[in-house]
């Protein structure tokens, strides 16, 4: 069975500044996604990234960035030039693939405060 | 735009009630699920659907049931409400997923249920 933790329940971060949230997890599997979905007070999830793990290359959408350690099983999330908007919680997951069912298994969450 | 339409937002009842779930998607997807939101225990899945009369249980489905009679309405039953039910449950759907697509799931904005 595939496991996802995250070990930082809480974290906080100047605006304008770099957080990195952590994330390992426990899998047999060699193929497979892994995501970051930040949930902010609206309740709304939003997915941020997505990473292949046949993909070496690291996923990037604008500020956010992953570093994706297969061998270590660690996928942790870099928030560049924190904003405001970024104050959520975030959570880290992972899919087998191929799936036909699109199954997450998420960790335990990580809340981020971004502080003016 | 696409929508997960969750029916209530927040949920109070009494331990002993029968409680139904409602979630409605208009995107066409196959896939619905229901997770349950726990502070320190992230997502867990509860039950999830790849067709119209068909579902699985994923990993946490004691005291629930669910009922997909058609393909935009999944619901979640909690036949004998108790107290350690009390948690925020949201809904997701999904395309059928296979090797070759990589589509997201899509989130309602959850109901927060408390049960007394």
């Known amino acids: 069975a595939q496991t996802v933790t995250q070990s930082q329940p809480e974290m906080s971060v100047q605006e304008a500044e770099t957080v990195t949230l952590s994330c390992t997890y426990d899998t047999s599997e060699n193929n497979y996604y892994l995501f970051w979905y930040k949930q902010p007070p609206s309740r709304q999830m939003i997915l941020v990234i997505r990473q292949e793990a046949y993909k070496q290359q690291n996923a990037t959408e604008n500020r956010f960035s992953v570093n994706f350690q297969k061998a270590a099983k660690s996928f942790s999330l870099k928030i560049s030039d924190s904003q405001l908007g970024d104050t959520a919680m975030y959570f880290c997951a992972f899919m087998k693939r191929p799936s036909n069912t699109g199954k997450l298994i998420f960790g335990q969450g990580t809340t981020l405060q971004v502080k003016p | 735009d696409v929508k997960v339409t969750q029916s209530s937002r927040y949920l109070v009842k009494r331990t002993g009630e029968k409680v139904f779930l409602e979630c409605v998607q208009d995107m066409d997807h196959e896939n619905m699920f229901w997770y349950r939101q726990d502070p320190g225990l992230g997502l867990r899945l509860i039950y999830f659907?790849?067709?119209?009369?068909?579902?699985e249980k994923g990993d946490i489905p004691e005291g629930y049931s669910v009922s997909r009679e058609k393909k935009e309405r999944f619901s979640l039953i909690l036949e004998s409400a108790s107290t350690n039910q009390t948690s925020m449950y949201l809904c997701a759907s999904s395309l059928f997923w296979t090797a070759r697509t990589n589509e997201k799931l899509f989130f309602g904005s959850g109901t927060q249920l408390s049960v007394l």
């Open positions: 659907s790849y067709d119209v009369k068909m579902k």
